[in-house]
């Protein structure tokens, strides 16, 4: 990733994590939308889950400058993934609900270029952790 790509991925984070927990449940809505198997997956309760995945993407967006802390973080994340039965598979439509979120969460601010740098870091990301998954 550039670092122009970074920091609009960044500034964007910023504006749809303002959005508290209507983000996640968006995003998990529109995963369990496109992919209702993926339900069973998870607690009837996502509560908690989603202040989880709140906080990973949190982390996951503060690191993009630190791959040295990035790669390794998500390798154990990938790893962890494999116990609850995450494939390969599951990664697409994961990307697709994350776009499909901030689309909504930043409207019009969700720019071509915005777009693009967040489709460099979740298939960045997608990528050390399906090779992880794949060693462990």
Do not use: C
Request: net charge negative; proline share 4%; aromatic share 8%.
């Amino acid at each position: 990733m550039t670092p122009e790509q970074i920091a609009l991925v960044q500034g964007s984070w910023q504006q749809v994590a303002a959005m508290g927990d209507k983000a996640i449940e968006l995003f998990y809505a529109r995963l369990f939308e496109v992919e209702p198997q993926l339900r069973s997956m998870f607690h009837e309760d996502m509560t908690e889950q989603n202040g989880k995945v709140a906080a990973m993407l949190n982390a996951i967006v503060t690191k993009l400058q630190r791959p040295d802390e990035l790669i390794p973080m998500a390798q154990t994340l990938a790893r962890r993934h494999l116990a609850y039965g995450v494939k390969n598979e599951h990664y697409a439509p994961v990307g697709a609900a994350l776009l499909h979120t901030l689309g909504a969460g930043l409207g019009d601010a969700f720019t071509d270029d915005v777009k693009d740098a967040w489709i460099a870091a979740y298939t960045t990301l997608s990528a050390v952790m399906t090779d992880a998954a794949a060693t462990a």
